[in-house]
């Protein structure tokens, strides 16, 4: 059974910092790995999407690893904001549909 | 339409009561998807659908839990006798297939049940 663990479950930093997100799964065997941001009361919005054949994708200021015969992913965030306050939560497909951590919690203070 | 859309976007009922949550895909998706999430945890699949079949109820937590796809499109999720336990966010996605498509999510039903 697949199972995600994302660490640390809630981070805060100061404004204008570089910072990572982790995400592990258990079974290697993905189609994609998707990382989605939640704001509070809010549903899902999609951040990136990497394939399993891919190593990163790249969106702005956000960048997504994926080393799937180690099972890991990180979400790297650039000159974080205020306004990337939000849960983060990283999903894996593979031939079950979407399993997901229970996210990390990020406050970036100003 | 531009995105999932789900309605309603609160609904409070009663102990015992049946409640229906609807779910408009991505128009052109054949996959559809409903997540349920509980407070401080990340979204636990229900259940999925290609078309107008159910290919995956493996996640539906009894047979309280029931879902429609009957046009391939628009989905309704039911559940019988509520029960407090059942409160939580309901989500639904839809992705144009199964495979590495990407997923879409709407922005949730928080369902109370009082």
């Known amino acids: 059974k697949q199972e995600v663990t994302q660490i640390p479950a809630a981070l805060s930093v100061p404004e204008g910092e570089n910072l990572v997100l982790n995400c592990s799964f258990t079974?290697?065997?993905?189609?994609?790995l998707q990382w989605f941001r939640q704001d509070p009361g809010k549903g899902l919005t999609s951040l990136l999407l990497?394939?399993?054949?891919?190593r990163e994708q790249t969106s702005g200021r956000l960048n997504a690893s994926l080393d799937k015969s180690s099972g890991r992913s990180t979400l790297y965030i650039a000159a974080s904001q205020p306004g990337d306050s939000a849960t983060y939560l990283c999903?894996?497909?593979?031939?079950?549909?979407?399993?997901f951590g229970k996210g990390t919690r990020l406050s970036v203070i100003a | 339409g531009a995105g999932v859309s789900q309605t309603p976007s609160n609904k409070v009922t009663e102990k015992g009561k049946y409640v229906e949550l609807r779910c408009d895909p991505i128009s052109g998706h054949t996959a559809l998807y409903w997540y349920r999430q509980s407070l401080g945890q990340g979204p636990e699949f229900l259940i999925y659908f290609q078309g107008t079949g159910a290919a995956d109820d493996s996640g539906l937590p009894n047979d309280r839990f029931f879902a429609v796809r009957p046009e391939g499109s628009v989905s309704t999720l039911k559940i019988q006798r509520t029960e407090r336990g059942d409160s939580a966010v309901y989500l639904c996605?839809?992705?144009?297939?199964?495979?590495?498509?990407?997923?879409?999510f709407g922005q949730g039903t928080r369902l109370t049940v009082v």
């Open positions: 990497i394939q399993s054949s891919q």
């Open positions: 996605a839809s992705s144009v297939n199964k495979g590495s498509a990407e997923a879409f």
């Open positions: 999903a894996v497909r593979g031939n079950t549909p979407l399993v």
């Open positions: 079974d290697s065997a993905i189609y994609n």
